[in-house]
């Protein structure tokens, strides 16, 4: 085997040593700064996402922020909106029953007008009536004739009696 012959020991070291040189040097100069710049390319790129992605969370959160503030605005105007609504409900209900208690107050007036009118009415007939009963009784079976006016004295009298 060539490798274990110790008369070529010294050209493979030679050219082992060239080649390892000649590879760091390709190394060295090419491909490792290549491969840094990649790094350095990724690490600024990761760096700059992270500041855009803090960023944008900050934004996220200011939107947020009002956005939460306009459901509570929201929510007030629209406690507001139905107080007012109850106020209202509550005044034209309040008028509405004052209408009412005022159209029965009238309607019981005037039905108790109309109630008085028919008993003055129909207490003036009733006296009317008894006195001429009275009248034509009193010629019937006593054969006597009395005087309207005493007639009605004596009806006016006996009703004043059973009232008290």
Same mark, same amino acid.
Do not use: C
């Given at each position: 085997?060539? #490798?274990l012959d ?5 050209? #493979?070291?030679?050219w082992l040593?060239?080649? =390892? @040189? ?15 710049? @990649? !790094? ?21 959160? %200011?939107? &947020? /922020?009002?956005?939460?503030? /306009?459901?509570?605005?929201?929510? &007030?105007?629209?406690? #507001? ?11 034209? &209900? ?5 209408? =009412?208690?005022?159209?029965?107050? $009238? !309607? ?14 129909? %207490?003036? /007939?009733?006296? /009317? ?6 009248? $034509? !009784?009193? $010629? ?5 004739? !009395?005087?309207? %006016?005493?007639?009605? =004295?004596? &009806? ?6 059973? @009232?008290?």
């Amino acid at each position: 085997m060539p #490798q274990l012959d110790y008369g070529t020991f010294i050209p #493979q070291i030679v050219w082992l040593l060239l080649t =390892f @040189v000649i590879l760091y040097l390709i190394m060295s100069r090419v491909i490792l700064p290549k491969i840094a710049d @990649v !790094l350095e390319q990724r690490q600024d790129r990761i760096a700059s996402d992270l500041e855009e992605a803090e960023k944008l969370r900050k934004e996220a959160q %200011k939107v &947020i /922020e009002i956005y939460e503030k /306009e459901i509570e605005n929201a929510h &007030i105007s629209a406690n #507001q909106i139905t107080e007012e609504g109850k106020k209202k409900i509550s005044s034209d &209900i309040n008028s509405l029953n004052n209408d =009412f208690e005022l159209m029965i107050e $009238k !309607l019981t007036n005037e039905a108790e007008s109309s109630i008085d009118d028919i008993k003055i009415k129909t %207490k003036s /007939e009733i006296k /009317e009536i008894t006195s001429e009963l009275v009248q $034509k !009784l009193t $010629k019937t079976i006593i054969n006597k004739n !009395l005087d309207q %006016k005493t007639i009605k =004295f004596k &009806i006016e009298e006996q009703l004043g009696k059973q @009232v008290n």
